[in-house]
């Protein structure tokens, strides 16, 4: 057991084991359930994200586990990266990737976050030129939207939450759908989004993100296809992380502090 004082880099977090079913456990001679393998610097596979999901798992609330994933390893590792290894990306692995949306929360489970994975060099091209990469090259970056060999876009279906706080058990008292406080479509497109980022890293891989200026995104839809009921958020680019001092001099990072713990984080009260 960690010590409620022990630093932050010490802690580790219980995730789902296999995020689909009971922890598989053995029983050893005295009686005390042990798992089958401990972690080790990434994720183990006994309690990686790379399970499928079953379509409609049977509720089972006895399915989390003591099973400790080193999750700071890979939060330490996340980091914006603007240049890529041409190398393309195995299919099974973008699959394990994306594959994360369907873990990813949602208001009322309405599962409005889409996912759109672009691998076709010509196509990353059109949508790189669509986006504005060439600003960046000419500010002295690495063509790293176009030379990531995956894009995964990340899009939302506002729809479906109207659609689901509109069932019995959502409406209002007076039947009606709620007051949205704040477009909660766009929220859960953030939390998918970072599925994606950290599950990249669990693979070995760097990510960027790069949004779509408003002006260029009739074009972006086009190239993609989109129906109109479906919006873009962001763009996810992956790849094995190449040459990036470019970046390192350039972004943000280089030229903003990191805020302090105590300017982000308050306790009972602001």
Known sequence: MHEAHEPFDRFRFSLEDRLDGPVPAIFDRSGDA???RESSRRVAEEHSLHETAHDDPATDHEAYSPAVVEFRDILERRRMVR??????????VLERIVSTIRRAPSGGFSQGQRF??????????AIAEAIGEQDYI?????????????????????EDYHERYRQPDKVDEAGEEI???V????????KAAMLVLLAAIDEGLAAGVTGVPAERMPQVRDLLGLPDDVAVIEVITLGRAGEDTSSDRLSSRSTRRRKSLDELVRWERW
């Open 116 to 125: 759109l994975v672009v691998t076709d060099p010509k196509r990353r091209r």
């Open 179 to 181: 007051e949205w406080p």
């Open 183 to 190: 477009p909660y479509w766009y929220v859960d497109a953030g």
């Open 138 to 158: 000419e500010r002295g970056f690495a063509p790293w939207i176009s030379g990531a060999p995956a894009l995964v876009v990340v899009c939302v279906r506002e």
């Open 83 to 92: 240049a890529y290894e041409p190398d393309p990306i195995p299919r099974d």
């Open 34 to 36: 042990v798992l089958l």
